[in-house]
């Protein structure tokens, strides 16, 4: 049996029918441990960005102030690592060439879209998005383990996990340990 999918999604589109027939379409195919966040504009998406990380998001092209073009320019330098997506009424090939060379896009879809095949690609990229951060995070892993420090970090992160305050330690001016007064 298939793992269930979990993330979160920023789905942008200018017009509210769109962004909510979008997670209609999403929500019961992705499940309720997936966090659906719907924006009628760019500055209320960017808004978001600043204030939770995000795994997916999946913009309209052509919005009024802030296309989707610029939200997702603005979307890869806020969270690099979050998947970005078009969704167009506007099949376009040199635009969808232009966003995967300006900042990577994962996926040009077009309006009016499949569900089984919105679901399909929104899926996916979901996916990508958390197995790049398992890889990220493993790396990193890595990377501190290759020396005493990193070693030691890490160790000392996983103590504190287990039981917290563990590894503080108050010292006096003598240079003596201080025990809590509780013990």
């Known amino acids: 049996m298939e793992q269930a999918l979990q993330g979160h999604i ?3 589109d200018d017009e509210v029918p769109i962004t909510r027939a979008l ?3 999403l929500r019961a195919p992705l ?3 997936v966090n659906i966040v719907t924006c009628n504009s760019g500055a209320d998406a960017v808004g978001e960005l600043l204030a939770r990380r995000f795994d997916v998001i999946v913009s309209d092209l ?7 073009m610029e939200l997702l320019v603005l979307a890869a330098d806020i969270q690099p690592h979050c998947v ?3 969704l167009t009424g506007t099949a376009d090939f040199a635009t969808a060439q232009e966003a995967v060379n300006k900042f990577g896009l994962y996926r040009y879809l077009t309006k009016p879209w499949d569900i ?6 929104i899926s996916s990229a979901l996916k990508f998005s958390i197995e790049q951060r398992a890889q990220k995070d493993q790396a990193l892993q890595w990377a501190a383990s290759q020396s005493p420090a990193g070693a030691h970090a890490l160790e000392m992160h996983r103590l504190e996990a287990l039981e917290p305050g563990i590894t503080r330690v108050e010292w006096d001016a003598a240079g003596c340990v201080v025990l809590p007064s509780n013990l």
């Open 10 to 12: 920023l789905l942008v």
């Open 23 to 25: 997670h209609r379409a």
């Open 31 to 33: 499940g309720h441990q």
């Open 62 to 68: 052509r919005m009024p102030d802030m296309g989707g």
């Open 84 to 86: 970005r997506m078009i």
């Open 116 to 121: 089984d095949e919105l679901v399909r690609h």
